[in-house]
């Protein structure tokens, strides 16, 4: 897979009029993320925008419900044709299997992934205001491996975890990092980031990375930049 197919970049804007600008901008961009704010506002149509386009399409809705509304939202989603869909862990293990079987009759079903710990959160985070009292590497291989004994395709992670979660879970997990930011970028809202280069040497499949290309003052430029770094 070339670097440039490997690197997800989130549409996290308001209105599906900066989503399309976004996307104009940065044609030569092959995977596209729409979240909950961009979904919340735009719906469905910005989904078959980007299908029209030829984009990947990583459907980051976080899904965490009891398992019938789980196992419905991911039916749903399977019907617009993305490629991958997220759910929380941490809805436990009656809902990811309810979420495997509801995609199972998908004439092109998603690849599920289970969040297991927000990148925004960190050790400290987890021990005090969670109070969960395991590490944070082993909280994020346990929610992992409790995704894949349910059938669930992969996982999103922090690179910090995704070397360990690639050793346990096998090559054919998928792993997703964001939280991934070049030297030359501000982390931001992320807790736990490592280089592109690093991520990807570490076991990752795919970067999320926004803020450093969709930010930046040139756009493609900042994307260029990351492709030639990796």
Known sequence: ?????????????PTQEAA??????????TFWKVGLELFVAAGPNILKHLKDRQKRIFLDLKFHDIPNTVAGACRSASHYGVDL??????????????AREAIADSPSPPQLLAITLLTSLNSRDLAFDLKVPLELPEYALQMAL???????????CSPHEVSQLRQVCGKDFVL??????????????????MTPQK??????????????????????????????EL
């Open 20 to 29: 399309i600008a976004l996307i104009d901008q940065l044609p030569q961009v």
């Open 146 to 156: 409790l995704a894949k004994e349910c059938g669930i395709h992969g996982a999103v």
């Open 176 to 193: 997703v990092c964001p939280g991934v930011r070049p030297t030359w970028a501000q982390a931001g809202d992320q807790r736990r980031v």
């Open 85 to 98: 869909l997220t759910l929380h862990a941490t809805a436990g293990q009656n809902a990811l299997k309810a």
């Open 199 to 228: 991520a990807l040497e570490a076991g990752a499949d795919y970067l999320v990375i926004g803020r450093p290309i969709t930010m930046a003052d040139d756009p493609v430029m900042a994307w260029e930049r990351i492709i030639n």
């Open 1 to 13: 897979m070339k670097p440039a197919d490997r690197l997800i970049v989130p549409l996290d804007v």
